[in-house]
């Protein structure tokens, strides 16, 4: 008779961990089964997120923006700095330090809440025993055991999209892993795709020094974000150096002795471009490789995600999914969120998402974040809304950081005033969605957040202000 746990969860990325920390803590018996490998080849916690995903961008963009800012921020305060060197060995270190820190967080929650953690490939077998679940785990030795569980909670995430005519080599071609190691700056950097990952890696070498060239295959900048947005953006992206084609579809890349030669089409016919290494970020998909048997019941559809209702059951009895390997946006707090909800479902308790306030961050420079419709999506569905916007440049602390750059621009419904969507360009706005999510979250209208005092002088001004303005009021521009 194999060990018998409440819960089992394949995957320990954010929607895995999170599912296994929050069915522990309601007195689950769990285990956790990982096939993720550091760069030690040691067990590393955490999936795409803490290893190659949100933790490591961030560090490396981080002190990417260090550097940036001697050369292009710190002279508007009167201080020069000669010479400044980056140091790629320490740069890359710092953001591994980070990444085996949080790794190893993990690894200490799962011990602190009594967590078993497997390290290895967790396959869902379709034959139960005792009318339990079974999933058979194969170790990293190559040693494999099947357990049993009510639950199985799928949360395989996901991985990069590999184009068949621009393979990933690990070295002149790249993923968005391989962009996070380069050892030494490329002169020239082609990206593929003017995406979230495209937009925050290139950001990071264009800072340090590389020529960086995006290729996007849609007409549109940032078609997802609000166009008024995307505009301030583009423009801004523009002036950092980042060249960015739109329209421009890859056709052919060939890794030569001197670089890269890239085929591409765009408006003006075919044109050519040779660049030192290619970092492709056309998007990802739902990764379930091994992950099934064949006689489970659990569904995929047309782009291989597992299928799930709206309580991410997958409608085989005890077999849930939560995650990038979901519908859904790939998102690491999509997936935290899913995880825990159905640790409460499964304890019979209320778990709960709510799709439509999931806000989006983008962590260039300006920072880009939004939560709930744009303005196109409104039109689109024929709501009645007015707008309100504020930009930065009239927000004393902007100016003050020499930040002042973008704007505030909150939609809300014409009649009932409540917020529809909040879309932002500018310093800190990662941080400034998340009051918006709130006032969201509780149905708030555009007028209660005009009644709700912001501290002077800080960034969260624009977010008032622009409340101001959707009833026409706003104090310290014109309406
Ligand atoms: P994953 O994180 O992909 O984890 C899945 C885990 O399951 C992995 O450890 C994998 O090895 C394991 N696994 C798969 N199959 C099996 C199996 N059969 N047996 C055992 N283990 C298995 N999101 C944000 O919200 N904010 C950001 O700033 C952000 N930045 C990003 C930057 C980059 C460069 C990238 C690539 C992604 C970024 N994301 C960001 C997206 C975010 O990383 C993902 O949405 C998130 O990691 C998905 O979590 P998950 O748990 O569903 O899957």
């Keep these: 008779m194999s060990e018998k746990y409440d819960v089992i969860v394949i995957g320990g990325g954010p929607a895995g961990y999170h599912a296994a920390i929050r069915a522990a803590q309601l007195g689950l018996k769990t285990a956790v089964v990982d096939a993720w490998a550091g760069k030690d080849g040691k067990a590393a916690l955490g999936g795409t997120c803490l290893n190659v995903g949100c933790i ?23 201080i020069t700095v000669e010479n400044a060197k980056v140091d790629l060995g320490v740069f890359i270190g710092r953001k591994d330090k980070i990444v085996k820190q949080f790794t190893g967080g993990v690894d200490q929650l799962f011990k602190a809440n009594k967590i078993t953690s497997f390290f290895g490939k967790g396959k869902l077998l379709g034959s139960k025993s005792g009318g339990n679940n ?56 082609g990206v593929i795709g003017a995406g979230v990952i495209g937009l925050e890696l290139g950001s990071v070498w264009n800072r340090l020094g590389a020529k960086v060239t995006i290729l996007e295959a849609l007409p549109d900048f940032l078609g997802t974000a609000d166009a008024d947005i995307a505009k301030v953006a583009q423009r801004e992206f523009k002036k950092q150096g980042l060249d960015i084609k739109l329209g421009a579809k890859l056709g052919k890349a060939d890794v030569k002795k001197d670089g890269v030669h890239l085929t591409y089409s765009d408006k003006d016919g075919e044109q050519s471009l040779v660049v030192d290494k290619l970092l492709v970020a056309v998007g990802r998909r739902a990764y379930t490789d091994g992950l099934l048997a064949d006689d489970t019941g659990v569904k995929l559809d047309e782009r291989g995600r597992i299928v799930v209702d709206e309580h991410c059951h997958t409608g085989v009895d005890g077999v849930w999914a939560v995650g990038d390997a979901v519908r859904g946006p790939m998102l690491a707090h999509k997936g935290f969120e899913e995880g825990m909800a159905v640790a409460e479902w499964i304890a019979g308790k209320a778990g ?19 939560a709930g419709k744009t303005e196109k999506q409104l039109k689109e569905e024929g709501v009645p809304y007015k707008i309100g916007s ?31 969507g909040v879309h932002m360009v500018g310093p800190g706005v990662s941080e400034l969605i998340a009051e918006c999510v709130v006032a969201m979250e509780f149905k708030g209208s555009a ?16 977010v008032h202000e622009a409340a101001l303005s959707v009833d026409k009021r706003a104090i310290h521009k014109g309406n």
């Design 390 to 420: 504020f930009p930065f440049a009239a927000i004393g602390r902007a100016v003050a950081m020499n930040e002042a750059i973008g704007q505030v621009k909150m939609i809300a419904h014409a009649e009932t005033d409540r917020i529809l």
């Design 447 to 462: 007028e209660d957040m005009a009644r709700i005092i912001h501290a002077h002088p800080t960034l969260s001004e624009a």
């Design 352 to 370: 709960h998402v709510n799709y439509d306030t999931i806000p989006w961050v983008i962590y260039t420079e300006p920072e880009i974040a939004w």
């Design 56 to 78: 490591p961008s961030k560090a490396l963009l981080d002190s990417s923006k260090q550097f940036y800012n001697i050369a292009h921020n710190l002279p508007v305060h009167g």
């Design 134 to 189: 079974q999933v058979e785990i194969t170790g990293n030795d190559g040693n494999k055991q099947i357990l049993a569980a009510t639950n199985v909670i799928l949360a395989s995430g996901s991985v990069p999209i590999e184009l068949p005519f621009a393979k990933f080599d690990g070295k002149n071609i790249i993923d968005n892993a391989g962009a996070l190691d380069i050892d030494k700056v490329p002169k020239t950097l």
